[in-house]
């Protein structure tokens, strides 16, 4: 007997089920690659204040493929003269202090003045995946919704400080793209949280009412760098205690050394749910633009920061080069395992391995 003429069993999983007919319109075409913009494309569409290029500028900045890196140089160079007219305002905090709450309730009130505002909000990267949330835009959402406004959440990479791989060349093609204000959001209070000073004109520090313990698990480099305080959440019970940590912070500055010679720093208090106080801050930034204008400190703090950068830069580029030598590359596996083993000290290792990358 023929196998098509046996006995169908409809219980059996061998029989063949008849076939769906599907409508190939319904079909998901695979997503076609995006095309690459030229270094002109980007360029021109900052410029014109394209915010879907402008987008993408960011993303190049920010890549660390090797290819993008040269064509965001190029990039960078052309936008270069017209940056620098923007103000830039770091802001952090503990966390729980209510620094996306804050940063929409003063965008919002930049953006009803007439102000364009950019956020660069740095989200913590996984130790353990690499991978980021990047919610800042769910955070702030009205904010994210304003013609004036952009919310551009970025994954910090492992970086230390506070900031991403690309925050800084983030920032200067905002500025070219016309953002009057660019607030960097950085991952939050710690031990290196200090890297964002080193890129912005003002440095706002964002803190809890309650003070007492708050106040001994600040780091003291970050106190020294603060050019603006404010106890965020001074509303309801936590008046009075927004009141007395405001009295326990600007005691503890006058111990220490101003960030900017012959400024005072401001400790404010605000409640960024109910808007009160927002605007009273945002004062005390300008009062501290305003300062850096009159003594000419402004140029000379940029100046010094861009010195800054071009020596951190250097020291990132010569470690990825050294890393991407072949002969290091297939070296390391093995000296990583004779560390581990006990073989050969830490010293000796990365001895050995410049060896290899001097050759």
């Not at 003269?81 to 919002?108: D, N």
């Not at 990479?157 to 925050?167: F, I, L, M, N, S």
């Not at 800084?168 to 500025?175: G, N, S």
């Not at 009295?247 to 101003?258: D, I, K, Q, T, W």
Request: glycine share 10%; with cysteine; hydrophobic share 40%.
């Amino acid at each position: 007997m023929k196998h098509s003429d046996a006995p169908k069993n409809p219980e059996s999983a061998l029989n063949v089920m008849p076939g769906v007919s599907i409508d190939p319109a319904r079909v998901v075409q695979p997503r076609a690659k995006r095309r690459q913009l030229s270094v002109d494309e980007h360029v021109h569409g900052v410029l014109n204040g394209d915010r879907i290029v402008l987008a993408r500028t960011i993303t190049l900045v920010e890549s660390s493929n090797p290819e993008h890196r040269l064509k965001a140089r190029e990039v960078l160079d052309r936008l270069a003269p017209h940056t620098g007219r923007g103000y830039r305002v770091g802001i952090t905090g503990v966390p729980g202090v209510g620094k996306s709450t804050f940063i929409e309730a003063l965008g919002m009130q930049l953006v009803e003045a007439g102000k364009n505002v950019a956020v660069l909000a740095v989200d913590p990267s996984s130790q353990v995946s690499g991978g980021s949330i990047l919610g800042d835009k769910t955070r702030m959402a009205r904010l994210a919704t304003e013609p004036r406004a952009m919310v551009r959440p970025s994954p910090c990479g492992g970086w230390v400080g506070g900031v991403a791989r690309g925050t800084r060349e983030a920032m200067l093609v905002c500025e070219a793209g016309g953002f009057d204000v660019i607030l960097v959001e950085t991952v939050g209070v710690g031990q290196s949280e200090t890297q964002v000073a080193s890129m912005v004109d003002c440095f706002l520090l964002l803190m809890l009412a309650g003070a007492g313990d708050e106040l001994q698990g600040i780091k003291r480099g970050i106190m020294e760098l603060v050019d603006v305080m404010a106890i965020n959440k001074a509303d309801g019970e936590n008046r009075l205690r927004a009141q007395q940590a405001r009295s326990e912070y600007l005691a503890a500055l006058r111990m220490l050394p101003p960030a900017t010679a012959d400024w005072k720093t401001p400790v404010l208090a605000c409640s960024s749910v109910a808007g009160e106080g927002v605007a009273e801050i945002w004062r005390a930034v300008e009062q501290h633009r305003e300062h850096l204008d009159d003594r000419g400190l402004l140029d000379e703090k940029r100046r010094r920061q861009d010195l800054y950068w071009m020596t951190q830069t250097l020291e990132q580029l010569v470690r990825d080069r050294f890393y991407a030598r072949p002969n290091v590359a297939e070296a390391l596996p093995g000296v990583r395992e004779d560390v581990l083993a006990g073989r050969i000290s830490p010293t000796g290792a990365a001895e050995r391995l410049l060896e290899l990358g001097d050759g």
